[in-house]
């Protein structure tokens, strides 16, 4: 499976594609693989930016903890779209998100992850029991009826990110399937005094906590 770290910002809506074109244009004329970065993918929700960096290894284990040399122009070049979120910002390390729960299906293959990514507002210092009603379900059936294959779940400050991982079955049926199940329904009442919507004004559904990706890349190498 591939190892993440999900990085959470501040980013100025509609600004998606200048900061994609930065990272368009690092990815190709630099090497990230050679310090252990596979892929990334960049997503929006609202006025958030999420940045998920795939790594074949845990840095922990590899020793490869270093940014691409290039890190400081990239930051440089979305500054003025892309901003720290957490209150008590003061390196770039305190925007990387905290996992606090991870869970793989016994059978799951890497090969066609199909991540998505979840993002609403956690109550900060509920990630045990967040952790625990996730735990329960994915004992159960549910993960397989919706096609999940594995899901790490996040925090920073009161930002909650849920990234799952869904066989192509899943995609192809779409966001709906099983969501009106007694099982699910049991998860969001679970869930509803530690969990809510990012936005609730648009909020109007799943599909409202859903980040929207607008780049990605993958090493060819």
């Given at each position: 499976m591939v190892f993440r770290n999900v990085i959470v910002c501040r980013i100025v809506p509609g600004s998606?594609?200048?900061?994609?074109?930065?990272?368009?244009?690092?990815?190709?004329v630099t090497r990230p693989q050679d310090v252990g970065v596979t892929g990334r993918i960049l997503l929006s929700l609202d006025d958030l930016y999420i940045h998920v960096v795939e790594r074949a290894q845990d840095p922990e284990i590899s020793g490869q903890k270093r940014?691409?040399?290039?890190?400081?122009?990239?930051?440089?070049?979305?500054?003025?779209?892309?901003?720290?979120?957490?209150?008590?910002?003061?390196?770039?390390?305190?925007?990387?998100?905290?996992?606090?729960?991870?869970?793989?299906?016994?059978?799951?293959?890497?090969?066609?992850?199909?991540?998505?990514?979840?993002?609403?507002?956690?109550?900060?210092?509920?990630?045990?029991?967040?952790?625990?009603?996730?735990?329960?379900?994915?004992?159960?059936?549910?993960p397989g009826q919706m096609g999940v294959t594995g899901r790490w779940l996040y925090s920073i400050d009161d930002v909650y990110v849920h990234l799952m991982e869904r066989t192509d079955q899943a995609v192809a049926e779409g966001l709906g399937q099983n969501h009106h199940a007694p099982a699910f329904t049991k998860i969001i009442e679970d869930l509803s005094p530690y969990v809510a919507p990012y936005n609730p004004e648009k909020w109007r559904g799943p599909q409202d906590s859903m980040a929207k990706p607008f780049y990605s890349w993958k090493a060819s190498d």
């Open positions: 998606e594609q200048k900061v994609a074109d930065v990272f368009g244009h690092f990815d190709k940014g691409l040399p290039a890190f400081q122009e990239i930051a440089d070049a979305i500054g003025q779209f892309v901003t720290p979120y957490p209150r008590n910002w003061e390196n770039p390390s305190h925007s990387v998100a905290k996992p606090f729960y991870s869970w793989v299906a016994p059978n799951a293959q890497s090969s066609a992850a199909n991540p998505m990514v979840i993002v609403q507002r956690i109550k900060p210092g509920s990630e045990p029991a967040v952790a625990q009603v996730f735990a329960e379900s994915d004992n159960g059936p549910l």
